[in-house]
């Protein structure tokens, strides 16, 4: 029996979300990401278990994802600093605090954007990393990309891919 199969699955993930940004952070924009991903997270039998809200600072990223991981946190989706501003740490971040990188999430994030948003798409340096038995996963701070990247890249593999980091 090939262990591929979607019967080798696990029965829900528990999910947490950072949004960096700092005109989130400050109030000075709506956070519209976090009710979206709750809803569409929930509503697909999965939790989530931690919820942060930071500006752009290094200290506060990381201890956000220390906070996600005690919570049992097993995939945290950060939003924001996934571009190619000196502000953007979120990848750089994941890249140093990882095991290795999922090649596959950032190459097809950006195919699918670049249907979605054209050219624009490659300056994304969206990725997914996988320390020990948990997955980060780094999203521009846009909603529809996030939306994009849970409906079509995150959600349907998810459960297998939980199951097969703690095999």
């Known amino acids: 029996m090939s262990s591929h199969g979607p019967e080798m699955e696990v029965e829900h993930v528990m999910f947490?979300?950072?949004?960096?940004?700092?005109?989130?952070?400050?109030?000075?924009?709506?956070?519209?990401?976090?009710?979206?991903?709750?809803?569409?997270?929930?509503?697909n039998g999965h939790?989530?278990?931690?919820?942060?809200?930071?500006?752009?600072?290094?200290?506060e990223i990381l201890k956000s994802v220390l906070k996600?991981?005690?919570?049992?946190?097993?995939?945290?989706?950060?939003?924001?600093?996934?571009?190619?501003?000196?502000?953007?740490?979120?990848?750089?971040?994941?890249?140093?605090?990882?095991?290795?990188?999922?090649?596959?999430?950032?190459?097809?994030?950006?195919?699918l954007s670049f249907k979605d948003i054209g050219p624009r798409a490659w300056l994304s340096r969206a990725g997914a990393f996988v320390k020990g038995n948990r997955v980060f996963i780094g999203l521009p701070g846009s909603p529809s990309a996030v939306k994009l990247a849970l409906n079509n890249l995150i959600l349907p593999i998810v459960k297998h891919l939980i199951y097969e980091l703690n095999r």
Not at 49 to 55: A, M
């Open 16 to 43: 947490g979300l950072i949004i960096s940004s700092d005109s989130i952070f400050k109030g000075i924009k709506e956070d519209k990401i976090s009710p979206m991903v709750k809803k569409i997270i929930e509503s």
């Open 47 to 59: 939790e989530l278990k931690c919820h942060e809200i930071v500006g752009n600072d290094e200290k």
């Open 68 to 111: 996600c991981m005690e919570q049992g946190s097993e995939v945290i989706i950060l939003t924001g600093g996934t571009g190619v501003s000196s502000k953007d740490l979120v990848i750089d971040i994941l890249k140093r605090i990882s095991d290795y990188e999922l090649p596959g999430f950032g190459e097809l994030f950006r195919l």
